[in-house]
């Protein structure tokens, strides 16, 4: 991997796409080649944490660095789960920029992998949610990166079902999807259709509902591991990654 790996040079991200929040809520991207340790930062990711672009090497020392103090063990401990587990994830935490300023931030990230499967590299974006009611831009980040726009009302309608049969409210309903997409290495719009499909096929919940459902997702077969555009979001609540 290019040490500089400049976005004029690639192709945009799919998952830059799906983040797109606009000029109101600045948005830069990062990526670290786990193979070498070398991280990049795009010119957003500087400008957030008060550097000028590239005046500095970027690193986990130096990402560490700036988080706040009181984030700081939580958001290393997940940066090292992410690592061994290669999970989606999405999270909010505070840094402390080079002016002393204290900012919120959303962190989403996914892993990729080699051939035989390694977690070799973990791209992301990093957004200022600074201006912004953190739990409801939280939650928007969090159903446009696990769900499609045109994938939406399947999603939504699988969530209604676990909402219904395990007494969840919306956030819960799309985690346990989300977990179970993530294991089987499917695409999350694909789980909730084979959900539901598996559920109207049997006659609707009936009543056994929580075991009807529970049933329907313990029955995925594993999925191709992920593809470009289906990454999924593994919400995590709470403190996060750098």
Same mark, same amino acid.
């Given at each position: 991997?290019?040490?500089?790996?400049?976005?004029?040079?690639?192709?945009?991200?799919?998952?830059?796409?799906?983040? @797109?929040?606009?000029? =109101?809520?600045?948005?830069?991207?990062?990526?670290?080649?786990?193979?070498?340790?070398?991280w990049w930062w795009s010119?957003?990711?500087?400008?957030?944490?008060?550097?000028?672009?590239?005046?500095?090497?970027?690193?986990?020392?130096? %990402?560490?660095?700036?988080?706040?103090?009181?984030?700081?063990?939580?958001v290393l401990r997940d940066?090292?789960?992410?690592?061994?587990?290669?999970?989606?994830?999405?999270?909010?935490?505070?840094?402390?920029?080079?002016?002393?300023?204290?900012?919120?931030?959303?962190?989403?990230?996914?892993?990729?992998?080699?051939?035989?499967?390694?977690?070799?590299?973990?791209?992301?974006?990093?957004?200022?949610?600074? =201006? =912004?009611?953190?739990?409801? %831009?939280?939650?928007?980040?969090?159903?446009?990166?696990?769900?499609?726009?045109?994938?939406?009302?399947?999603?939504?309608?699988?969530?209604?079902?676990?909402?219904? @049969?395990?007494?969840?409210?919306?956030?819960?309903?799309?985690?346990?999807?989300?977990?179970?997409?993530?294991?089987? @290495?499917?695409?999350?719009?694909?789980?909730?259709?084979? %959900?539901?499909? @598996?559920?109207? =096929?049997?006659?609707? %919940?009936?009543?056994?509902?929580?075991?009807?459902?529970?049933?329907?997702?313990?029955?995925?077969?594993?999925?191709?591991?992920?593809?470009?555009?289906?990454?999924?979001?593994?919400?995590?609540?709470?403190?996060?990654?750098?």
């Amino acid at each position: 991997m290019p040490t500089d790996p400049s976005p004029r040079r690639r192709r945009r991200d799919p998952l830059a796409e799906a983040l @797109s929040l606009g000029r =109101a809520h600045p948005t830069g991207q990062y990526r670290v080649d786990l193979r070498t340790g070398e991280w990049w930062w795009s010119e957003e990711v500087y400008l957030l944490h008060g550097l000028a672009p590239d005046s500095v090497v970027p690193s986990a020392g130096l %990402l560490a660095q700036h988080k706040h103090p009181d984030d700081r063990d939580t958001v290393l401990r997940d940066l090292a789960l992410l690592r061994t587990t290669g999970r989606p994830f999405s999270t909010s935490h505070r840094i402390v920029d080079a002016r002393g300023r204290t900012k919120t931030v959303t962190v989403t990230g996914q892993a990729r992998r080699d051939a035989s499967g390694a977690v070799v590299e973990v791209i992301g974006m990093m957004i200022d949610t600074s =201006a =912004a009611h953190e739990d409801a %831009l939280r939650r928007e980040v969090t159903r446009q990166v696990a769900v499609g726009l045109q994938d939406r009302a399947v999603v939504d309608q699988a969530k209604g079902v676990i909402m219904a @049969s395990h007494g969840l409210d919306p956030d819960g309903a799309l985690d346990l999807l989300v977990v179970h997409a993530s294991e089987s @290495s499917r695409r999350l719009p694909d789980v909730a259709r084979e %959900l539901i499909d @598996s559920i109207a =096929a049997g006659g609707g %919940l009936g009543g056994r509902a929580k075991d009807r459902v529970d049933a329907c997702l313990a029955a995925l077969e594993p999925g191709s591991v992920s593809r470009p555009g289906g990454a999924q979001l593994f919400r995590r609540k709470g403190a996060v990654t750098g």
